[in-house]
């Protein structure tokens, strides 16, 4: 009980110690950036911790009950399934953490679009490898080897990187002319509402 609740506090530092690091780092590259740069990586620093939030919360409200249920009950008339307190917080913190930052991909995505740094057309070339990594990654995050969990971690990232596509292709640079027709018809839209 002692190591679990060792753990625990300090898993619970982490995620307090979080926002702090992410403002520092911010602060650290914020010279580096241009005006519009620091600006957009200003507007998403909320979404980013909005996006883990939602990653812990699917994993702990959907994914844990889920996954537990069908290990609690694989196998029930042979043999009586037992948790350890400490097997069992560091699958929770690992679940809550990991599925938190593959929550995170649609964001990245979206700004290494943004900025420039990654063309929407590289992504949309390794689309086809997605599914394959994504069962990968789920086997490597779950602590178990059957489908069942797998399948519950990499449904999300495929579905993940899906939104991140869309955003990266909302974000890439459009022709000059193209912005304007866009521009145009946003003005439209806004002002035929107002």
């Not at 009950?65 to 948790?83: K, M, Q, T």
């Not at 080897?145 to 797998?150: A, E, G, H």
Request: proline residues 6%.
């Amino acid at each position: 009980m002692m190591s679990a609740t060792i753990h625990l506090a300090m898993m619970g530092g982490l995620v307090v110690a979080f926002p702090v690091a992410t403002i520092s780092v911010y602060q650290l590259v914020s010279p580096l950036l241009g005006r519009q740069r620091r600006r957009l990586v200003v507007l998403f620093l909320p979404a980013v911790f909005v996006c883990y939030l939602g990653g812990a919360a699917f994993a702990y409200f959907v994914m844990l009950p889920v996954g537990l249920n069908f290990l609690l009950h694989f196998g029930e008339g042979i043999a009586v399934p037992l948790i350890s307190i400490t097997e069992y917080m560091s699958l929770v913190t690992a679940m809550l953490f990991w599925l938190g930052v593959v929550f995170e991909v649609p964001l990245v995505m979206f700004l290494l679009t943004k900025l420039r740094l990654v063309r929407y057309e590289r992504f949309q070339r390794i689309h086809r490898y997605v599914p394959a990594a994504a069962f990968i990654l789920g086997a490597i995050l779950t602590p178990t080897f059957d489908v069942v969990n797998q399948t519950l971690v990499a449904v999300p990232i495929i579905a993940l990187y899906e939104v991140g596509l869309l955003l990266s292709w909302l974000a890439r640079p459009k022709p000059r002319k193209q912005r304007r027709k866009v521009a145009e018809f946003w003005w439209r839209l806004v002002s035929f509402w107002l």
